[in-house]
């Protein structure tokens, strides 16, 4: 017998499957929002209004670790994330609200142990400098939900020449 333990997100997920039955059975949305209920189909319903999420429902929709890279700025340890070597075609979303950040096609070996990216998804980040580390870098961030994605250096490939260093654990991966 298999047995695995299920993630805040996998828990989270099932009980939104679960909402939406309920709410399909009682015959509209209208009624579930006349009775208070909160429809949420998935993590990608249009209807999610990302940026303005509570601390606790971001810690109840992402494990531990994606909570605090994602909503604390926090970083992964290097070498870490499988993505490092996902090599697929397909697409690179943010592990918070599944908005498309990366073609795969622009993901490249850089040797810093994070996945890394010349290019990104038309309007898909937002960007503010950091001083943390007592010298100024540029920050980014999914531009829905404003979850921290990595940094950007001037010293990517062709032809952006730049590089966007993300954390895996920020990322999911969408095969083509």
């Known amino acids: 017998m298999l047995t695995k333990t299920l993630s805040r997100r996998e828990l989270s997920l099932g009980a939104a499957a679960l909402a939406l039955t309920a709410c399909a059975k009682s015959g509209s949305n209208a009624e579930a929002q006349e009775t208070g209920m909160e429809m949420k189909m998935t993590e990608t319903a249009s209807n999610i209004d990302w940026a303005n999420l509570s601390e606790r429902e971001w810690e109840e929709r992402l494990t531990p670790m994606e909570f605090n890279v994602l909503r604390k700025e926090g970083t992964e340890r290097p070498g ?88 895996g654990v920020a990322l999911d991966f969408k095969e083509a």
Request: net charge positive.
């Open 80 to 167: 870490t994330s499988p993505l490092n070597d996902e090599k697929r075609d397909g697409i690179f979303v943010c592990a918070g609200c599944e908005l498309p950040l990366f073609k795969s096609e622009h993901k490249y070996e850089s040797g810093t142990g994070w996945p890394s990216f010349f290019d990104v998804i038309d309007g898909a980040i937002g960007t503010k400098t950091d001083r943390k580390l007592f010298m100024a870098r540029t920050e980014y961030h999914c531009s829905r939900c404003g979850g921290h994605q990595g940094h950007v250096f001037k010293d990517g490939p062709r032809p952006t020449g730049l590089r966007y260093c993300n954390n």
